[in-house]
């Protein structure tokens, strides 16, 4: 039993670093559970390395890596500084549960949406986050005879030139409004394919560009 | 040792990362083998779920394109053998079904944990976490990898781990543990010479000295990589080509390892543009002419 509870808090050092520093500044007193003489001693010592640092360093990267890999969009349109702020609060809440990247994107997709419904302001970040979450949607691992559902996501804004904006790396500004609806699904390669469902144009200028339905063809953004 | 058994010298290997795609399907006489860590190709959608792994299908049909041409060896992520909360068996069911059509010579994972207890549930940390070098890490791990070679019909070997904090007062050196480990379980290494060079940097300890101790009898496949310094510690990050102290080691080790079957070069997939085409070449070329100079030609024609 106080291998289990000396793995736990060794893990949890690593993960929380509200715990290392309550094990740093009290030594003995933080450690919770069945451990023995040798085991308080040993992650008293741990949570003074730079080493433990180093690991927990290792372990925000991993998580921050699969967010980047799969919700890159997302990522671009909170920025560096938006984005540390949003892993802290998210990872605060919740502890790595899989070595997989779906469960680590969609629970950042969770957090996201409960923080635009409790007040956060980012420009058109409700509308990039449903284009990802419902591509990761398309794209999440399921047995072949499962076929996804096909997706729909409301655009309030002309999702190409936001999408490739973001894709190019570029902070969006001043996107002109379209009201629209991308249906998403995957095509016989299993690549997600995005096609406007409906012209709902507000605007003369994005009417005059899409009087039929458009395909779209990428795997991850709208492409001109 | 007479009861060794006995893998095909393969010679040298790439790890498969996405990102090396291209090189590995333009560069493919720079290497004899192929290794994959086949957590990346395929997903644990969680127990309970039936089947509980899917293979991505795209990567797995690659693989076995590849297959065709040179042997690929499976390097494990998800046993998370040390842990004492939980070991994964479902993954092992799923190793075997890839050695159905893989028929690889060998298989290893990492000599570490990363599934803990948290809370009411689990967490996974993502990174292999160290165990003390104890009799009691020894009783947790011997019977599991008797189940592990009892699953599978070729040798098993764990990766000697890389750690950045050590534990005070362990019963046995790492390398006195690690022959211990091979003797109770039947095991065999994975000797990551940038692991090594890796924690003695860290820790100010002297590779020599591991390598004189270690049983090199038992290493079947060695590592090799590069890393980075960060906020004073050296990570072993496969960001780089390999320091030059890891080839000398390696040339030291290598006319040691009678029962050696390869040697893999790992970098990862987001550094290959940093690193190019050109350098990981020469990496790929100074393993091959080490591998000559101390080891038999590599056996291609193995391949079923």
């Given at each position: 039993?106080?291998?289990?509870?000396?793995?736990?808090?060794?893990?949890?050092?690593?993960?929380?670093?509200?715990?290392?520093?309550?094990?740093?500044?009290?030594?003995?007193?933080?450690?919770?559970?069945?451990?023995?003489?040798?085991?308080?001693?040993?992650?008293?010592?741990?949570?003074?390395?730079?080493?433990?640092?180093?690991?927990?360093?290792?372990?925000r990267g991993f998580r921050l890596s699969k967010l980047y890999a799969t919700l890159p969009l997302t990522c671009a349109l909170l920025g560096k500084r938006r984005l540390a702020r949003e892993v802290r609060l998210y990872w605060a809440a919740r502890?790595s549960?899989?070595?997989y990247f779906f469960e680590e994107a969609f629970g950042f997709c969770d957090h996201l949406e409960e923080r635009l419904q409790s007040g956060l302001r980012v420009a058109y970040l409700d509308e990039v986050l449903a284009y990802e979450r419902a591509t990761l949607e398309l794209q999440r691992?399921?047995?072949?005879?499962?076929?996804?559902?096909?997706q729909r996501v409301e655009f309030e804004h002309d999702p190409e030139i936001l999408l490739n904006c973001l894709s190019r790396g570029q902070r969006p500004r001043a996107i002109p409004v379209l009201n629209c609806t991308l249906f998403g699904?995957?095509?016989?390669?299993?690549k997600v394919q995005w096609h406007f469902l409906?012209?709902k144009a507000k605007t003369?200028h994005a009417?005059?560009r899409r009087?039929?339905?458009k395909?779209v063809s990428s795997k991850q953004h709208l492409t001109p | 040792?007479?009861?060794?058994?006995?893998?095909?010298?393969?010679?040298?290997?790439?790890?498969?990362?996405?990102?090396?795609?291209?090189?590995?399907?333009?560069?493919?006489?720079?290497?004899?083998?192929?290794?994959?860590?086949?957590?990346?190709?395929?997903?644990?959608?969680?127990?309970?779920?039936?089947?509980?792994?899917?293979?991505?299908?795209?990567?797995?049909?690659?693989?076995?394109?590849?297959?065709?041409?040179?042997?690929?060896?499976?390097?494990?992520?998800?046993?998370?053998?040390?842990?004492?909360?939980?070991?994964?068996?479902?993954?092992?069911?799923?190793?075997?079904?890839?050695?159905?059509?893989?028929?690889?010579?060998?298989?290893?994972?990492?000599?570490?944990?990363?599934?803990?207890?948290?809370?009411?549930?689990?967490?996974?940390?993502?990174?292999?976490?160290?165990?003390?070098?104890?009799?009691?890490?020894?009783?947790?791990?011997?019977?599991?990898?008797?189940?592990?070679?009892?699953?599978?019909?070729?040798?098993?070997?764990?990766?000697?781990?890389?750690?950045?904090?050590?534990?005070?007062?362990?019963?046995?050196?790492?390398?006195?543990?690690?022959?211990?480990?091979?003797?109770?379980?039947?095991?065999?290494?994975?000797?990551?010479?940038?692991?090594?060079?890796?924690?003695?940097?860290?820790?100010?300890?002297?590779?020599?000295?591991?390598?004189?101790?270690?049983?090199?009898?038992?290493?079947?496949?060695?590592?090799?990589?590069?890393?980075?310094?960060?906020?004073?510690?050296?990570?072993?990050?496969?960001?780089?080509?390999?320091?030059?102290?890891?080839?000398?080691?390696?040339?030291?080790?290598?006319?040691?390892?009678?029962?050696?079957?390869?040697?893999?070069?790992?970098?990862?997939?987001s550094?290959?543009?940093?690193?190019?085409?050109?350098?990981?070449?020469?990496?790929?070329?100074?393993?091959?002419?080490?591998?000559?100079?101390?080891?038999?030609?590599?056996?291609?024609?193995?391949?079923?």
């Amino acid at each position: 039993m106080s291998q289990r509870c000396f793995q736990t808090a060794m893990a949890r050092l690593v993960v929380d670093a509200k715990f290392r520093d309550r094990v740093r500044a009290g030594g003995d007193d933080a450690l919770e559970g069945e451990l023995t003489a040798l085991e308080r001693k040993r992650l008293t010592a741990i949570a003074a390395t730079r080493g433990l640092d180093a690991t927990s360093t290792l372990y925000r990267g991993f998580r921050l890596s699969k967010l980047y890999a799969t919700l890159p969009l997302t990522c671009a349109l909170l920025g560096k500084r938006r984005l540390a702020r949003e892993v802290r609060l998210y990872w605060a809440a919740r502890v790595s549960v899989s070595l997989y990247f779906f469960e680590e994107a969609f629970g950042f997709c969770d957090h996201l949406e409960e923080r635009l419904q409790s007040g956060l302001r980012v420009a058109y970040l409700d509308e990039v986050l449903a284009y990802e979450r419902a591509t990761l949607e398309l794209q999440r691992p399921r047995n072949r005879e499962d076929a996804p559902a096909s997706q729909r996501v409301e655009f309030e804004h002309d999702p190409e030139i936001l999408l490739n904006c973001l894709s190019r790396g570029q902070r969006p500004r001043a996107i002109p409004v379209l009201n629209c609806t991308l249906f998403g699904e995957l095509d016989e390669d299993d690549k997600v394919q995005w096609h406007f469902l409906a012209d709902k144009a507000k605007t003369s200028h994005a009417k005059a560009r899409r009087r039929k339905e458009k395909q779209v063809s990428s795997k991850q953004h709208l492409t001109p | 040792m007479s009861n060794t058994p006995l893998v095909p010298k393969l010679g040298i290997g790439l790890a498969y990362q996405s990102a090396l795609r291209p090189f590995i399907e333009e560069e493919r006489e720079r290497f004899d083998f192929l290794e994959v860590v086949p957590d990346i190709l395929w997903s644990n959608l969680g127990r309970g779920h039936s089947p509980q792994y899917v293979d991505d299908a795209e990567g797995a049909d690659f693989m076995r394109r590849m297959r065709a041409e040179m042997f690929i060896v499976p390097h494990s992520i998800g046993l998370s053998i040390g842990s004492s909360y939980s070991f994964e068996r479902n993954h092992l069911t799923q190793i075997k079904s890839w050695h159905e059509w893989l028929k690889f010579p060998w298989h290893s994972d990492h000599l570490s944990y990363n599934l803990a207890e948290h809370a009411d549930g689990e967490m996974n940390v993502g990174v292999t976490l160290p165990m003390p070098h104890d009799a009691e890490t020894l009783d947790l791990l011997a019977p599991r990898i008797h189940e592990v070679r009892a699953s599978l019909p070729v040798p098993f070997l764990l990766e000697n781990n890389v750690y950045y904090f050590n534990f005070a007062d362990e019963e046995m050196t790492e390398a006195r543990f690690l022959n211990r480990l091979c003797e109770l379980s039947g095991c065999y290494l994975l000797l990551d010479l940038h692991n090594l060079y890796t924690n003695c940097r860290n820790h100010e300890g002297d590779a020599y000295e591991f390598l004189s101790e270690l049983n090199l009898d038992r290493v079947l496949e060695i590592h090799v990589a590069g890393g980075m310094e960060y906020g004073g510690v050296y990570l072993d990050a496969h960001s780089d080509t390999s320091p030059q102290a890891v080839w000398e080691l390696l040339d030291y080790v290598l006319p040691q390892c009678a029962n050696l079957g390869g040697v893999v070069f790992e970098l990862v997939g987001s550094w290959y543009q940093e690193v190019g085409r050109e350098r990981l070449s020469v990496q790929l070329a100074r393993m091959k002419e080490l591998w000559l100079r101390h080891q038999p030609a590599p056996l291609r024609e193995a391949v079923a």
